[in-house]
Every structure is written in structure tokens, then in C-alpha cells.
């Protein structure tokens, strides 16, 4: 009997945390680099007239479309696209979705059939990011005013190791992540890279109203006690070797 029983809860604790599991969002972060204008339009035509009308009809409800605000050395050179999907399974079955939306074909066809002489974008760049435990769902910002002076701050951490990564993991789902909900800092997304170009590293974007309430935000943040205090913990220290920062606007079309 008591063999049964340790067998039953065994077996519950196992599909309590796959049921957990699958209730992490999964991001894809994808990255256009362009060479001039004409490709931007193209860019924006493509994403605004077809694909984020075909991903809102294939059930992703919100989508994200950012640039670099005008002070970043990129400013005019990406376009960034953030799409959380609810589940790894709406994720894979999304590219079979838009070959069979005849809308979608036809509204993105200028872009999907550019020419090799005349392609909308030098390269695409993709992250493919699963929600941090702390986080598991992707969180629609609460900021307002116009979206052209707003300021969407995408940060990568990057760490020596797998092991001193999941140490700065760890450390934002211990406590890291509640200091930016307590003043404020309107997250949209904490994510474990699961894919992407500099590996192993965490991604999360924070939102802020204009680029003042951004450095006044983050300054609250050098001083709040409770980052003072978790900062100079042993467990926490040489975790992580470059800090990237990107500041980016939402575009008119964006969803958030």
C-alpha cells in the first residue's frame, strides 16, 4: 500500500509539472536587419497588411512590432518582430497555417515572392525563447502616451557558462523580477533562449512611457534595498559577462 502511494504521488508531482510546463509561453524574436527605406516599407507593408492580420486569425492575439528609437547606432537599420505562442504545439503548426491562408498569400505577396535582386531584407536574425517559470505568460504593457515616444528596452544577459546562466535565471525568478514589478517597470516578457545567436543568455523586455521615465525607473532600481541586498549574494556573483540593451519604440501598427 505504501508503495502504491509514493507510485500515486510520484506520479501526480510529474504530471503537475509537465501540466506547469506547458503553461510557459514560447517567444520567437525575429530580427530584420535592412540597408534603406524601400525595405522598410516592405517590412512594414508585409508585417501590418499580412502577417499580423494571419497570426490574429490563426489564434495569436497580440504581436509585437519594434524599431530603435533615434539615439541607437541601429536606428533605421531593424525591425523587430516579438510573437508569443501559447504553447510549443501553436508555434510548430503556425508555418502550415499561412501556406494554406489564401489571405494571408495573397495580402503578403509581395514579400513572399520578392525578387533575389531586390530582397526586402539583408538577413533575418531569430530567438526562440521559452517563458521564465516566474513569468510564464507574456503581459500586455500598461504604459500610455504615443507610442513614438515611448521606450521598449530589450535586454540580453549573457553568462560565461550553462551553469552560471541558469544561476542569473535562478536569480530573477528569486527575487529579481519581483524588484522591477514593485517599481514599476511594466514588464512584457522574461525568456530562457532556447535558440539564437549568443548562447547561454536570458532575454526580457521592460516598458516605459517616455526615455526619461526609463532612467528614472532604472535608477530607482541601482538603489532599491532589496537589489542591494541580493546583488552582493555569494550564489549570485560572476553570473554574467555582457549586458546588451536595445531601446526600441512600438510602430503604429504594433499590437503593445
Known amino acids: 500500500m505504501k508503495i502504491k502511494t509514493l507510485f500515486s504521488l510520484l506520479l501526480f508531482a510529474l504530471f503537475s509539472t509537465l501540466t506547469y510546463a506547458q ?5 520567437e524574436l525575429r530580427i530584420y536587419h535592412i540597408e534603406n527605406s524601400e525595405q522598410e516599407s516592405q517590412i512594414d507593408a508585409y508585417l501590418e497588411k499580412a502577417l499580423l492580420p494571419a497570426l490574429h486569425r490563426n489564434g495569436v492575439a497580440k504581436v509585437g512590432v519594434f524599431k530603435p528609437i533615434a539615439s541607437q547606432a ?21 508555418e502550415g497555417k499561412l501556406t494554406k491562408d489564401e ?22 536574425e531569430t530567438a526562440f525563447l521559452q517563458a521564465f517559470t516566474g513569468h510564464p505568460r507574456f503581459t500586455e504593457s500598461k504604459v500610455t502616451g504615443p507610442k513614438k515616444d515611448r521606450v521598449y528596452e530589450l535586454r540580453s544577459y549573457e553568462s560565461p557558462t550553462e551553469k552560471l546562466y541558469k544561476q542569473k535565471v535562478k536569480m530573477f525568478n528569486s527575487g529579481e523580477m519581483d524588484i522591477f514589478t514593485k517599481l514599476d517597470f511594466n514588464p512584457i516578457f522574461y525568456g530562457e533562449v532556447i535558440a539564437g545567436a549568443n548562447m547561454p543568455n536570458l532575454m526580457y523586455m521592460t516598458t516605459f ?48
Do not use: C
Open 23 to 27: 503553461k510557459r509561453d514560447f517567444y
Open 74 to 94: 541601429d536606428a533605421g537599420k531593424k525591425v523587430y518582430l516579438f510573437i508569443p505562442y501559447s504553447s510549443m504545439k501553436v508555434y510548430s503548426g503556425m
Open 103 to 124: 489571405v494571408y498569400q495573397a495580402a503578403g505577396s509581395t514579400y513572399i515572392n520578392a525578387p533575389f535582386e531586390n530582397p526586402p531584407y539583408k538577413r533575418i
Open 209 to 256: 512611457s517616455n526615455i526619461e521615465s526609463r532612467d528614472a525607473h532604472w535608477k530607482a532600481f541601482s538603489s532599491d534595498p532589496d537589489w542591494d541586498r541580493m546583488k552582493v549574494m555569494p550564489e549570485y556573483q560572476n553570473i554574467m559577462n555582457k549586458n546588451d540593451q536595445r531601446l526600441l519604440y512600438p510602430t503604429d501598427y504594433s499590437d503593445f
